[in-house]
């Protein structure tokens, strides 16, 4: 199938032309139709590369790593520290010690929950999130709160999905031990100004955990630059393997911390009266780990670092304009979400339609976008509405699909309008 030409920036149509070829599942056609997939924050299709990456683990350096002295456990250990240390310099850190291999974002804010937060927060303590927050952001604080004591704060967010500054500071004070929040919102969109709300709870004492699932795909993360304490992401939304997935910590604060999960790999020695942890990073990834998805993930950061993030963010954000004029021409359109600092995440409502119908009638055009309430379901009740049609771009994506989406949606209206 030829790639579709792109007109939205000069030096896009070979650059464009070469991303799309090296992403294999884009290239099938699904109901009979050209697929057209918008659903990049859901996950993000693989490159070639990362696919054979993977494969590449299995057929050569199949074996468990960090224990064996025979040759091949040698060389997949080899392949997956190296990973850590490329995925690390990637968000900015050179201290291999900070970076945890864990199986996604979400387990990554339970790790910091159960291993930071639960041992040292107590009755008269706050937890500071946001309204926008994914669930994955949400319900380990709860548990936080309801079993140490600690109350749970939520910043308001505005009707355009914004969260101000001066709604921190409403929220911190004195009492705040920690604030979550999400670099990007996946539900609208947003991105949040993390480094002046770093700086902010810092000055009152409290460590401040950033959920980047939806930011590394698309801008440019350093976690010095924005002084956070933990940064945690996915590696699946980065066009890495699923199941794979990293906790940046400051080293001072992993040494402080108590292991979440227990079990091989994380210790030094064992007795039946008494274990020794292991050093970091490996105290914190017990048991057998994803292997061949590090590496995967690794592969993922050399691909995207060679596109280059400011490439792909200059893409999308001309996309995403592109698609704002044109789906606001739409009559009974309406955007959810319309921050002016934002990423290519486009939810809309559409008057008199539920959003499952749409992604049904544009499943049936071969277009796949996501529809409910985005594992983000306070603040899209916020928003007003019980469900939203999210478009969500990644680099592979052109103004062929957008046009696709405003014709499909045309369709949706004519069918049920
Ligand atoms: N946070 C945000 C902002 C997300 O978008 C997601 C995934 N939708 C998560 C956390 C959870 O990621 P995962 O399911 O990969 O653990």
């Known amino acids: 199938m030829t790639a579709p030409v792109s007109i939205l920036h000069e030096d896009n149509t070979g650059t464009h032309a070469r991303i799309r070829n ?8 699904v109901n009979g139709k050209r697929l057209v997939y918008l659903d990049s924050a859901a996950t993000a299709f693989k490159p070639r590369c990362v696919i054979e990456a993977v494969r ?32 690390g310099r990637f968000i900015g850190t050179d201290d291999r010690r900070e970076l945890v291999f864990v199986r996604g974002a979400t387990e990554a804010i339970n790790l910091v929950a159960h291993s930071y937060a639960l041992p040292r927060l107590g009755l008269g303590d706050e937890i500071v999130i946001t309204g926008l927050e994914h669930h994955a952001n949400i319900v380990p604080w709860q548990v936080v709160r309801d079993r140490t004591g600690a109350t749970l704060k939520v910043v308001p967010v505005s ?10 500071e409403q929220q ?30 810092h000055a009152l004492g409290a460590v401040v955990l950033v959920d980047g699932a939806q930011a590394v795909p698309h801008l ?5 630059d924005l002084g956070c304490d933990f940064y945690v992401f996915s590696g699946h939304k980065l066009y890495g393997p699923d199941g794979t997935g990293v906790l940046f910590a400051r080293r001072e604060l992993l040494e402080s911390m108590v292991p979440y999960q227990t079990g091989g790999d994380m210790i030094l020695s064992v007795t039946f009266e008494k ?15 994803n292997i061949s998805g590090a590496v995967g993930l ?5 691909f995207i670092s060679d596109v280059g993030l400011e490439w792909i963010f200059r893409h999308e954000q001309l996309l995403l304009k592109f698609a704002q004029e044109k789906l606001s021409k739409i009559e009974g359109l309406r955007f959810i979400g319309t921050a002016s600092d934002k990423v290519g995440v486009i939810s809309f409502v559409l ?3 539920h959003a499952h119908d749409i992604g049904t009638i544009l499943d049936a055009e071969g277009i796949a976008i996501r529809t409910g309430h985005h594992c983000a379901q306070p603040v899209v009740e916020r928003m007003g509405v019980a469900a939203t049609a999210r478009a969500s771009l990644g680099m592979y994506n052109d103004e062929s699909d957008i046009v696709a989406l405003a014709e499909g949606i045309q369709r949706v209206k004519q069918m049920l309008g």
């Open 22 to 29: 090296d992403f294999p599942a884009l290239h099938q056609r």
């Open 220 to 224: 440019p993360v350093n976690v010095m």
């Open 298 to 302: 690794a592969a993922a950061i050399d």
């Open 56 to 87: 590449d683990v299995w057929e050569r350096d199949c074996a468990n790593i960090h224990r064996g002295v025979h040759t091949l456990s040698q060389r997949a250990t080899q392949r997956y520290e190296d990973a850590r240390v490329k995925i």
């Open 351 to 353: 008057e008199g339609v």
């Open 275 to 289: 274990t020794l942890y292991n050093e970091l990073p490996a105290r914190f990834e017990a048991g057998t780990p």
């Open 159 to 168: 009707i355009s999905g914004e969260v101000a500054l001066s709604a921190v």
């Open 172 to 201: 911190l004070s004195s009492k705040t031990k920690i604030v979550a929040l999400a670099h990007v919102s996946n539900a609208l969109g947003t991105i949040l100004r993390v480094k002046e709300i770093v700086n902010r709870a």
